[in-house]
């Protein structure tokens, strides 16, 4: 009997063990086929159009080194969706940076241009807080422009690491620009109104020297003199009226469409500005697609911004990299021609060059031209009488395919030894 009971307990055992190794078995089978299913889902989902309300978020850490700046670190953020049907509803677009320096400056943006639903409106957002610091040059472009003091002080734009700090200006900075622009007649003309305030505060010209046995007369300092205003700040605070035709298909990365902007922008003295002016900013950007597959275009981009009555304050006059995503004037530093007056036109060729697997548009190359004049009325030079080239080349790594978000990667030299490398989101225009 005990025999016959052993039998059975071991049969009952081994039963046992291959139940639990069936059971094992199948909870392994399920899981696999769980994360398969996952898998699916997610590949699916990529692969869904966008509807109202998508959202494609891309995340870009900031990493480089300035002169200027020390070591930089940070933050970026391109942020696109769709606020109606995408069928008629073109994509909406902010860019977000976050950056902070080795010599403690702070650097915080944020960038917007943003469709209503049915196109019916356009918000076209600029906000910035600096707590930074620049070079400033003279008045205009032309060989004299890179004289920064009146005692023949020299600068050289390829080796900033060889001079002082007390060439720089350091200042604090609050931008806050919003225009809203109502569509008219659904045709693709928009009209509206845009509200300016730049304040600059604490502003430190570090190579002015009044004391020395030959003075050092900055251009900052003697255009303050002469027009007027404070050496330690300047507040412009504006109205304007706008106008905008827009038919590109997409703001990060067109394809194909034309863009056309005029902005008048008055500063009265009553609503806080350091003196009354007035402004005009033209604008015209235009797109030729030589290839069905959008692999070879042609982008065009032209800006004219004029000082119409008044003097501005020295930081507001018309200068390259000071647009609204501060891509004007590459390869130049922001701010390296500055005047009264000044023209920018730049032309590029995009051009596809890999396609992966998972994504048709990982990597292209952008070939680029510029050339900017500036005025200076205090100087007597006129516009067009110097222009100054750019130029250079530089690769795109598409991050986003259906939002056409790419990084881009350029290096471009220019008059005065200029040469550097240039880190973006999204196209320059």
């Known amino acids: 009997m005990t025999h016959h009971i052993k039998i059975i ?30 898998k699916e889902a997610k590949k699916l989902k990529k692969q869904e159009p966008p509807t109202k309300g998508t959202v494609y978020f891309s995340p870009v850490p900031v990493i480089g080194a300035n002169p200027a700046f020390g070591f930089i670190y940070g933050v970026g953020a391109s942020v696109s969706g769709f606020l109606g049907e995408p069928e008629t509803t073109k994509i909406s677009n902010a860019l977000l940076g ?5 010599k403690k400056q702070t650097i915080i943006t944020l960038k917007s241009t943003i469709y209503g639903e049915d196109n019916k409106y356009i918000l076209l957002g600029d906000w910035r807080y600096l707590n930074s610091s620049q070079p400033t040059w003279g008045l205009g472009t032309g060989p004299q422009s890179a004289r920064m003091a009146s005692n023949n002080f020299g600068f050289d734009d390829s080796s900033i690491e060889g001079t002082s700090e007390t060439d720089m200006m350091e200042f604090s900075f609050f931008r806050f620009y919003e225009t809203y622009l109502r569509q008219i007649n659904d045709s693709p003309f928009y009209a509206g109104l845009g509200l300016h305030l ?8 570090q190579l002015l020297d009044l004391e020395a046995d030959t003075p050092v007369i900055t251009p900052y300092y003697a255009y303050n003199e002469r027009y007027g205003f404070k050496q330690d700040k300047s507040t412009l605070v504006g109205l304007s009226l706008n106008g905008v035709y827009d038919t590109r298909d997409n703001i990060n990365n067109p394809y194909q ?10 500063n009265p003295e009553f609503l806080g500005s350091d003196q009354s002016s007035s402004q005009l900013w033209i604008e015209y950007r235009d797109y030729f697609n030589f290839t ?3 692999n070879n275009i042609l982008a065009l981009w032209m800006v004219g911004n004029f000082t119409v009555s008044g003097d501005l304050p020295y930081m507001n006059l018309p200068a390259i990299g000071w647009d609204q995503y501060s891509k004007t004037g590459e390869p130049y530093a922001q701010g390296r021609f500055r005047g009264n007056h000044l023209m920018f036109t730049g032309v590029e060729y995009r051009k596809h060059l890999y396609a992966s697997k998972k994504n048709p548009k990982l990597l292209g190359l952008v070939l680029y031209a510029n050339a900017t004049t500036a005025s200076g009325k205090s100087n007597g030079i006129d516009l067009f009488e110097y222009i100054e080239p750019g130029g250079g080349l530089g690769l795109r790594f598409n991050i986003s395919q259906k939002a056409r978000t ?16 240039f880190l973006r989101l999204n196209e320059n225009f």
Request: overall charge positive.
């Open 9 to 38: 307990y071991s049969c009952i055992i081994i039963m046992m063990l291959s139940f639990s190794a069936l059971a094992q078995n199948d909870t392994i089978a399920s899981n696999k086929q769980r994360k398969q299913a996952k």
């Open 98 to 102: 976050l950056a902070h320096t080795t």
């Open 198 to 205: 730049d304040f600059f505060r604490n502003i430190k010209d």
């Open 257 to 266: 469409g034309r863009y056309a902007m005029v902005q008048y922008k008055i």
């Open 292 to 294: 069905p597959d959008n």
């Open 406 to 421: 790419n990084i881009g990667i350029d290096y471009g030299w220019g008059s005065y030894g200029t040469k550097g490398l």
